[in-house]
C-alpha cells in the first residue's frame, strides 16, 4: 500500500501487481470520523455570557437598569451588566443588547462599536456567524451622582 499526494487530495492506494486502485481519499476518511464522533451544540446562554464580557469591553458602553412602565428601578450607576438576550440558530446568532451609553459620547457610534466587536468576539470564540445584533440603548449615564436631598 503507498500513500500519494497530489495538490487535490491525498489518497491510499493499494498495489494489485499490475495497476494501483485507489481505495479511497484521506479527505473522505478524515470526514467519515468526524461524523462519528458527533457535533457540538453551542447554547444561547454561553452565548449570552460572551456577548454581556464583549460589552464590558467596549469603554462607553454600560448596564442599563431595569425599568417597568418608562421607571427606571435601581440608580444609574455603572455597576449595572447589560441585558443580553441570544438565540443560536445551527450556525447563525441572533443577538439583542439592552443597554446604557456613557454621557457624551455618541449613541449611534457606540452602537456600531458593539455589533462589530460582538461579532468578532463570538465568531472568534465559537465560530459561529452573527446574523443580527440589535442594540437598545435605554438611557445616558452622566457619572455623576445625584446632589443630596436637604431635610
Known amino acids: ?43 444561547d446562554r454561553v452565548v449570552e455570557k460572551i456577548a454581556q464580557q464583549a460589552v464590558r469591553e467596549i469603554d ?15 440608580s444609574d450607576d455603572e455597576e449595572h451588566d447589560a441585558r ?10 441572533t443577538v439583542a443588547v439592552t443597554m446604557a451609553v456613557r454621557w457624551p459620547a455618541s449613541v449611534r457610534q457606540v452602537a456600531e462599536q458593539l455589533r462589530r466587536h460582538l461579532g468578532e468576539r ?8 452573527v446574523a443580527e445584533v440589535d442594540v437598545d440603548v435605554t438611557n445616558l449615564v452622566t457619572g455623576r451622582k445625584p446632589a443630596p436631598r436637604v431635610r
Open 1 to 43: 500500500m503507498t500513500v500519494g499526494t497530489d495538490d487535490r487530495a491525498s489518497s491510499v492506494r493499494q498495489d494489485t501487481g499490475d495497476d494501483d486502485v485507489a481505495v479511497g481519499t484521506l479527505e473522505d476518511d478524515d470526514a467519515q470520523e468526524n461524523a462519528q464522533r458527533g457535533t457540538t451544540k453551542i447554547s
Open 60 to 74: 462607553l458602553a454600560t448596564g442599563a437598569p431595569r425599568s417597568v412602565l418608562g421607571v427606571s428601578l435601581g
Open 84 to 93: 443580553v438576550d441570544a438565540h443560536v440558530d445551527g450556525s447563525l446568532v
Open 122 to 129: 463570538i465568531t472568534g470564540l465559537t465560530s459561529l456567524e
